[in-house]
């Protein structure tokens, strides 16, 4: 049988290490979306308000963030402003402002979206039955809105996880790169070590991101139904 | 700012977006046909087809481009299937593509209701009439929002082509600082080039929406 190239996972402590590197790219993504949703949350309440001057800086925003990969913004931030203001910035630091930059466009787009979604009649059936502003947000809208928002969160959260693996281009050491290491370090006891590292690490990501989205899907499915 | 920098890069920049929307386009067309063709299998439950569609769609779904890329173009020649570095871009943007589009047109056939059907068959249409008249056109206009959306995705993300050496812009603007460290005129380029891809695409895709939605039937 053709060698796969898979025993070179368990030689040493290479199996730790690729672990070790998947929890770089989670580290990045969950800080990214903390941060996505600490700032997305109040901009897309902001942005649900109809003011002109922060819907047009807004919109501004958004259409940046949906034309530009992400990889772009990458290298702007990791080339471009430390070369421009001179200052030094690692590689994980710049990882994480460039995906919460993203993550709170989205997360303020998801959150918009939501609360515009709600029908005008349940602020005023509220209003009528004698509630003021703060009980109608707290009781009406708040649970309503995060039934339409948890599921759609949810996945912004597996998309991040997807994206992160972009930061190896900037050479922060996370997973790929990790394998990559393994790989050239076995490059003669194990020519073929490729298609196991680089399999295991498609598995890795993969039982990483399912049951998140399968999470998502059931709460989809189960609060549309109400 | 150094201009004459910026016009002697330009070229450069030239061929490396060629390369980029001729492997984008390629990948796209094919990702729609598998869109499609997954959808129906998807929707209409064809025995064994559908459950290995199902896989299909969650292994693509849920890994990165790139490390599908890797997987791809590292991977496979080790046991016998060796790719081209182009093809093997085209082909993971296809399968990527072609994963995402089967849930957009899998949804929207889900969202043309049964009373639709019904009608068209009482009107003595029979079954391809009524797919190709009534169902197709109604899901199509559904699914065109999540459509444009998908299509701006995949165009983003084959910026991941420079990791498997594929001359494109990424990798232009990479090799260009690297070699005379001209970094603000690099990502200006950068900025300007992907720009020109993608608002037009955009803007495109804006108004196929709006006339779409002015389309809709009743409801």
């Not at chain 1, 939501?114 to 005008?120: E, R, Y």
Request: glycine residues 6%; positive net charge; aromatic residues 12%.
């Amino acid at each position: 049988m053709q060698n796969l190239g898979i025993d070179v996972l368990f030689k040493g402590t290479n199996m730790m290490r690729l672990l070790g590197g998947l929890w770089v790219s989670l580290r990045i993504s969950l800080i990214a979306v903390l941060f996505s949703i600490l700032l997305g949350v109040p901009l897309g309440i902001l942005m649900s308000r109809k003011s002109r001057i922060i819907r047009a800086i807004t919109r501004l925003y958004l259409e940046i963030v949906r034309i530009m990969p992400q990889m772009v913004l990458l290298f702007i931030v990791f080339f471009g402003t430390t070369r421009v203001f001179g200052w030094n910035l690692d590689a994980e630091v710049a990882s994480v402002i460039v995906f919460s930059f993203w993550g709170c466009a989205e997360m303020s787009d998801l959150v918009r979206g939501a609360l515009i979604s709600i029908p005008k009649h349940q602020y005023e059936s509220a209003k009528a039955l004698g509630m003021n502003s703060l009980t109608v947000f707290v009781f009406i809208i708040l649970p309503q809105t995060i039934r339409r928002l948890l599921p759609l969160s949810i996945n912004l959260v597996t998309r991040m996880i997807k994206t992160t693996s972009l930061v190896m281009m900037i050479g922060v050491v996370e997973v790929l790169k990790v394998g990559q290491q393994i790989i050239e370090a076995n490059r003669t006891s194990s020519p073929n070590a490729a298609f196991g590292v680089y399999g295991t690490v498609l598995l890795l990501y993969f039982i990483g991101c399912w049951p998140i989205s399968m999470l998502s899907k059931y709460l989809e499915k189960k609060w549309n139904n109400v | 700012m150094n201009w004459e920098v910026i016009g002697s890069y330009l070229p450069l920049y030239w061929k490396a977006m060629l390369l980029t929307l001729r492997i984008g386009w390629i990948g796209i067309a094919f990702a729609i046909l598998i869109g499609i063709l997954v959808a129906i299998v998807r929707f209409y439950k064809v025995p064994v087809a559908s459950q290995i569609a199902g896989v299909y769609i969650e292994i693509f779904r849920n890994t990165p481009l790139l490390v599908q890329l890797f997987f791809l173009y590292f991977a496979l020649p080790r046991i016998g299937i060796p790719m081209k570095a182009d093809f093997c871009g085209a082909l993971g943007l296809a399968l990527l593509g072609g994963s995402y589009m089967a849930e957009t047109f899998r949804s929207g056939l889900e969202s043309v209701a049964k009373i639709q059907t019904e009608s068209a068959l009482s009107l003595g249409m029979n079954k391809s009439q009524m797919v190709l008249h009534i169902i197709f056109p109604q899901a199509f206009s559904r699914s065109v929002p999540s459509f444009v959306a998908n299509i701006i995705f995949l165009l983003k993300e084959t910026s991941v082509f420079s990791a498997i050496s594929l001359m494109d812009l990424m990798f232009t603007a990479k090799d260009l600082i690297g070699l005379y460290y001209k970094t603000s005129e690099c990502l200006v380029l950068l900025v300007v080039f992907y720009a020109l891809i993608l608002i037009p695409v955009s803007v495109l895709g804006d108004r196929l929406e709006r006339r779409v939605r002015h389309a809709e039937f009743g409801d």
